[in-house]
């Protein structure tokens, strides 16, 4: 009985985890650029300039014209990301679920939005699930993690957007 009572303990702790359910969380971020939208995505917004902007991560189509469907490979293939919505000015993308890994359903959203004829934003949104997080510390460094580093890719497309 004394083996049984910390294996069902275990399966009480874990079983109460799955019943939790997902908790999406969202960041939005913006970022206003001296350029007309165009110009902005004609520089930042290609499926793969996302290695110009993001920490030089690496990047190679894998499948795909460039269009919705276009599968992307980042960081030596640690991450796949595949297109699945786009405009003339905006890109959406999700990364497929791993087997036998926690899925977060991340997804990512990047835009250039015209503000004047001279000028616009840059908006990218995050959303994922950080219901795997141990605790509220845990989850509110991930996002801020997270932050931090997209809040750094919209300085950089800004730089690159506006340069000379």
């Known amino acids: ?5 910390p294996a069902i303990a275990l399966a009480l702790v874990a079983a109460r985890a799955l019943a939790a359910g997902p908790e999406y969380a969202t960041i939005h971020m913006e ?4 350029k007309p939208a165009q110009e902005v995505w004609a ?4 499926y793969c300039d996302i290695t110009l902007w993001l920490n ?17 490979e980042l960081a030596g293939g640690r991450v796949l990301e ?3 919505a786009q405009t003339e000015l905006s890109y959406g993308y999700t990364q497929p679920a791993k087997p036998g890994e926690f899925y977060n359903l991340y997804h990512g959203f ?3 939005r015209p503000v004047t004829a001279k000028s616009s934003k840059m908006i990218y949104t995050l959303i994922l699930d950080v219901s795997d997080k141990a605790d509220q510390a ?11 580093s997209f809040l750094g890719a919209l300085a950089k497309m800004k730089e690159i957007a506006e340069a000379k």
């Open 1 to 5: 009985m004394k083996k049984l009572l």
């Open 31 to 34: 970022i206003d650029i001296a």
């Open 43 to 46: 520089r930042v917004g290609k």
């Open 56 to 72: 030089n991560v690496a990047c190679k189509i894998v499948s795909g014209d460039g269009g919705i469907g276009t599968v992307r």
């Open 82 to 84: 595949i297109l699945v």
């Open 110 to 112: 990047m835009e250039a």
């Open 138 to 148: 845990a989850k509110d460094a991930d996002l801020a993690r997270r932050r931090t």
